[in-house]
């Protein structure tokens, strides 16, 4: 069996040089069980291969195989053309392999999916167990069609079986296989100790795979991996992948003091990703004591009636306090803001930047909401009438507008009733020019490059940095062309609410009268911008 980490190249555009590779986790996790169930599945993973060449890599692979030949391909929606691309071609080359779709999108979408008669099986959901006990009938020859969460094709009709979700304790499952991607300039710098969210936020699918009950593996195993980190591969600076790493108090605290109790605390430090309601001051502070330093929160819109509508289940006041009380501890702060949320107005994304200035905030991202399948928003934009597919789900990328190519631009998979694409786009463009225009940021982000939670990284060594100074140029001289054109359509064209004076503000920063915007007088603002 081969398993293949499906992956456009180019993702993330003209930011695609200041990322690491990251390892394709849920991947890894299927290879980790394989391995210790006594099958040695190959992988190959686009992000890393060069694009002619992986069909002669498969070849090689193939050679070695015995068959039937089973190929795996996982898929984001992001990834869901090179997926489909690559499993025509295997289709053609290899006519009586089995091919299986996996991950998120086909979880969401197995319908469409099976729709292209290539494709045997969609497996719905995690595929620990799933995957082994089907790989082990495809190849004694046994019949699968009773196994659960498959969707699959019989007599031209698409059956799908039980959905039933793997609530497997994940201490069960073997430590995350690191060695497997030690070569090839992998980002090994995270680790992951739970999966599922108990909460139902509109915009967010990552309880497609998981459901919402919330699972964790034990503080040991997850500090057997950091051990393994620190002492094999040299990493001092860990990212948690955890969708919510504080949903379960006590398991954070259990974690903490086994985190000391192995002197981890002292020698590295960790990055988290939160909900402002689920902190509160000591929770913070002992977590900074355990060698937490980064964390990010998703914050996602200033309005306390967005809130609402996108089902946060928190509120804006909490989300500030939460900031606040993590500066004032020392953490690096980041945090993300969604755009083109149903029920927004142009005022309401003013709102985010304002907000992101008075927080004082490290780092942000203003990304434009994304119906992903699976999510009630997918299900509000199709009700709509305002689903918009381009191709294979081309567009389908939250941070689109920011990383897109001035000529290139990537249409919005969904606009809100009463807002348009351009306008939107013009007030991302402004909220990233007004937040990161600004010399004391800049220079953080430069010289720190291992703050925060990985979402730009210029280099940590100066041969490293050296060598990004190419595509720093271009990325430079694209930021330049970006903000030609906001203000071209803001200042000259007039086509959004906003006037010379608050457009002056983007300065600011520059200026270096930091955070100057005077968050308290919002009278001013409001009457500059209407
Ligand atoms: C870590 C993470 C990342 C990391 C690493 C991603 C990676 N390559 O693994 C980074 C930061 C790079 C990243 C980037 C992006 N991410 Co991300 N990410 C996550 C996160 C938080 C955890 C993923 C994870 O590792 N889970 C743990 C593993 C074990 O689970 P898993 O991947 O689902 O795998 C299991 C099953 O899906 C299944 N499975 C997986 N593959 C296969 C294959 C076969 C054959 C089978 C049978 C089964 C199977 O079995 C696995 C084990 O149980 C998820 C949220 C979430 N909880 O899923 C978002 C998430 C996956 N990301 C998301 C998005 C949108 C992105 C970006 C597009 C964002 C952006 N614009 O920058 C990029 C795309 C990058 C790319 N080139 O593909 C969305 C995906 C939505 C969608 N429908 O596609 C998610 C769900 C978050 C969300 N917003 O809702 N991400
Ligand atoms: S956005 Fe965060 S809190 Fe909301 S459902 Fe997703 S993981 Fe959970």
């Known amino acids: 069996m081969i398993l293949i980490n499906s992956s456009p190249k180019d993702a993330l555009k003209i930011f695609q040089p200041f990322l690491p590779i990251f390892v394709p986790i849920g991947i890894g996790s299927l290879l980790g069980v394989a391995e210790k169930e006594g099958i040695k599945p190959r992988y190959i993973d686009e992000q890393i291969e060069d694009e002619d060449n992986i069909l002669n890599l498969i070849a090689e692979h193939v050679r070695e195989m015995e068959k039937p030949y089973i190929f ?9 053309k090179s997926a489909i691309l690559l499993s025509k071609e295997l289709r053609r080359r290899y006519p009586d392999s089995v091919i299986i779709f996996g991950s998120i999108h086909p979880t969401a979408m197995p319908e469409e999916v099976l729709s292209y008669e290539h494709v045997d099986i969609a497996l719905r959901g995690e595929g620990e167990k799933s995957l082994i006990e089907l790989y082990r009938c495809i190849k004694e020859g046994k019949d699968f069609t009773h196994l659960d969460n498959l969707s699959y094709r019989k007599d031209g009709r698409i059956i799908h079986n039980k959905r039933a979700y793997s609530f497997d304790d994940l201490d069960s499952y073997p430590p995350f296989p690191y060695h497997l991607f030690e070569k090839k300039g992998y980002d090994l710098g995270f680790v992951i100790g739970s999966r599922g969210c108990p909460y139902g936020c509109i915009f967010c699918s990552n ?10 593996r034990s503080a040991e195993a997850i500090v057997n991996e950091l051990d393994i980190l620190y002492h094999k591969y040299n990493r001092s600076s860990i990212l948690f992948l955890d969708d919510n790493l504080l949903v379960n108090e006590k398991r954070i605290y ?10 981890f605390d002292k020698k590295m430090s960790f990055n988290f990703q939160a909900r402002g309601d689920n902190v509160n001051y000591k929770l913070l502070n002992d977590l900074y004591s355990a060698g937490f330093r980064s964390v990010f929160f998703g914050i996602e819109t200033a309005s306390d009636r967005i809130m609402k509508i996108i ?23 980041s945090a993300t803001f969604i755009y083109a949320l149903p029920g927004e107005t142009h005022q309401d994304r003013m709102d985010c930047v304002r907000l992101s200035k008075e927080l004082k905030l490290d780092m942000v991202r203003y990304n434009n909401s994304t119906p992903y399948p699976g999510t009630e928003l997918y299900e509000i934009a199709k009700r709509e009438n305002r689903l918009n597919i381009q191709g294979l789900y081309e567009n389908f990328n939250s941070v689109s507008t ?6 290139k631009r990537i249409p919005f998979s969904y606009v809100p009733p009463d807002n348009t694409e351009d306008e939107i786009r013009r007030d991302v463009l402004f909220s990233y020019f007004s937040f990161y225009l600004d010399i004391e940021r800049l ?16 280099g940590e060594k100066f041969l490293e940095f050296l060598k990004k100074v190419p595509a720093l140029i271009f990325l430079g001289l694209m930021m330049v062309v970006k903000f030609g054109q906001l203000f071209y359509y803001m200042i000259i064209k007039k086509e959004t609410a906003i006037s010379f ?16 915007v005077d968050t308290t007088n919002n009278k001013d603002i409001k009457k500059t911008e209407t």
């Open 402 to 407: 920011f990383i897109e190519n001035p000529f």
């Open 207 to 216: 309880r497609v795979t998981t459901g919402r009950k919330y699972r964790f």
């Open 72 to 80: 795996g391909l996982s898929a984001f929606t992001v990834a869901f």
């Open 311 to 333: 089902k946060k289940g928190e509120t804006v006041a909490e989300c500030k306090e939460a900031v606040r009380m993590a500066k004032e501890i020392g953490f690096h702060v």
């Open 501 to 516: 004076r608050y457009f002056l503000k983007i300065f600011d920063g520059l200026w270096n009268i930091k955070n100057s």
């Open 443 to 458: 220079k953080k982000i430069f010289a720190r490059p291992d703050q925060g939670v990985g979402w730009f990284n210029a």
């Open 254 to 263: 259990t974690l903490m003091e086994e985190i000391k109790r192995r002197g």
